[in-house]
């Protein structure tokens, strides 16, 4: 760090910390393998650029996230949006309007197996130290037990960032070609959601 440089203080360590975990994968509660977890191809080649949202959970005027409805999660999905919840104490710390996900992100599920891939980057803009870029992203694959709107994952490999604490992986089936995958961590602020929108495709 130069001489010029501002020292970050706890409160910016924090937060960053917090919306970093915010866009981890939707495999938080399962170790990474060392060895490349291949997946197979995806359901398109054309993958659309995701859309992102950050708000701020609890709080005055904070934002709710939804709770998982449930439904057959079967089909073969693409990701077209990404909503991540803060924890309240982000609030100050990070500008939601500012910050944002990018990348891409599918996952197939046919009866009681899954694969997922996402390739994401957060692009967070933190009061203290301005804009941190950070490349995160999972690859996972195995089978799945539905429990109304959570799913409980038994991977056969995974690899990708990882932090927090998984708390529920859920799904809601909007409509027959919609669906949103839904992520409820614990991390180092608190507690934090992400949610997916999902579109099917043939």
Known sequence: MGCSDPAPTPAADAATD????????????????????????????????LRSTL??????????APTPAGGDPSGRW????????LPAAAAGQVSTTTSSVMGTGWGVIEGSSYRINTTLELALDTTQLGIVRRPVGTT????????????????ACST????????????????????????DVMGVMGRFVIVFDLERVP
């Open 18 to 49: 917090a919306a970093t975990d915010a866009a981890l994968d939707v495999s938080l509660d399962v170790a990474a393998d060392a060895a490349t977890c291949d997946v197979g191809a995806p359901p398109t080649a054309a993958l659309p650029m």
């Open 78 to 85: 693409v990701m077209t949006a990404a909503t991540v919840y």
């Open 55 to 64: 708000l701020i959970l609890g709080g005055d005027g904070g934002a709710v």
């Open 140 to 155: 996972s694959m195995g089978t799945f037990a539905q429990r109304g709107g959570a799913l409980d994952l038994t991977p």
């Open 160 to 183: 990708g960032a990882t932090a927090g604490t998984m708390q529920m992986l859920g799904f809601s089936r909007d409509a027959m070609d919609r669906g949103r995958l839904h992520a």
